[in-house]
């Protein structure tokens, strides 16, 4: 533009994931690389990819790496660049866990784990935002260790803040959330049965990434790496800076935030992370055997000294 910033197009993010836009604009991490958010509004989660693939955003994320692994099975020319969130250790603070699933025991006393499920006729109703992402792979995961079949569960769509009303009011049987949400539901006196860790998937288990489309990529190597050095800072910065961030991203959004998300803070790209969310697409056919592996999802670690 006009201001001597490289222009990198996104949507508006008016949710938990607005964070490390939030603190990367306000803190400078992106101007600092000579780059400018330029925020596009809404885009729905269903079309957030193919906007990324036909070139309306040039970068979208953090995604995981399930959703990114059946768009490339299919044919999107997309990739990963940099991490965004990744699952704590489980010695760290447990609110930072990518994910926690409740129950309301006004209307399932007995449920107090996963496998209690199975104590229920039928099927139990979970909230997932959409198929194909953290809540539905991890609630997955949880099953399995205990002992309940994944057709035990039936997936109802809709936002957080959405499922805390629903669990509220007994429209679903388990809602699973993220951080900014954990608050909401104690204050609402639901009683929280799992978390990401019970997944057994380590820090795998809340791992998303950035992702620009091939083309955009080939034509701007360089400010690709620009984006991923200034995202980078920008968790790094709010991992340790936790109180800030979470103010920084309320003011941003508009709505009250309890916390926020934990991120990688490195910019190196582990792509072992990536294994057990394929493995799963494909024990579950969605996509064949052996159709993607992880160097399809994402550049290779050494992306930021300049082998792209």
């Known amino acids: 533009g006009g201001n001597g910033l490289f222009p990198i197009k996104t949507w508006t993010r008016k949710d938990c994931t607005a964070t490390p836009w939030a603190v990367g604009v306000v803190k400078g991490f992106f101007q600092e690389e000579g780059l400018e958010i330029v925020f596009t509004g809404d885009t729905q989660a269903a079309q957030q990819i ?20 059946v768009a490339i099975a299919g044919g999107a020319r997309i990739k990963g660049v940099a991490t965004a969130g990744i699952d704590p250790l489980p010695d760290q603070d447990p609110r930072l866990r990518h994910m926690n699933w409740y129950v309301n025991q006004k209307f399932t006393p007995d449920i107090k784990s996963f496998a209690d499920l199975n104590k229920l006729p039928g099927q139990a109703k979970f909230s997932t935002i959409t198929n194909n992402i953290c809540a539905d792979l991890l609630a997955n995961k949880i099953a399995d260790q205990q002992g309940v079949r994944r057709d035990k569960i039936e997936w109802i769509s809709m936002p957080d803040i959405q499922a805390v009303q629903a669990l509220k009011q007994g429209l679903v049987t388990v809602a699973g959330v ?24 380590g820090v795998a288990g809340g791992v998303g990434y950035y992702v620009f489309n091939l083309d955009f990529i080939a034509q701007h190597p360089e400010e690709v790496k620009k984006f991923a050095r200034a995202i980078t800072k920008a968790q790094k910065w709010s991992n340790e800076h936790p109180e800030e961030a979470r103010k920084i991203t309320e003011d941003w959004i508009g709505v009250p935030v309890n916390a926020t998300h934990y991120y990688a803070a490195g910019a190196a790209i582990d792509e072992a992370l990536i294994i057990p969310w394929i493995e799963d697409l494909e024990n579950s056919g969605v996509i064949p055997r052996g159709k993607v592996k992880p160097s399809d999802l994402v550049l290779s670690s050494d992306v930021h000294a300049g082998n792209i």
């Open 50 to 69: 193919p906007s990324v693939i036909n070139g309306n955003n040039d970068v979208g994320g953090g995604f995981h790496p399930n959703a990114l692994a």
């Open 178 to 201: 993220h951080p900014p949400y954990y608050k909401s539901m104690e204050d609402a006196g639901m009683v929280k049965i799992a978390d990401s860790l019970d997944a057994k998937l």
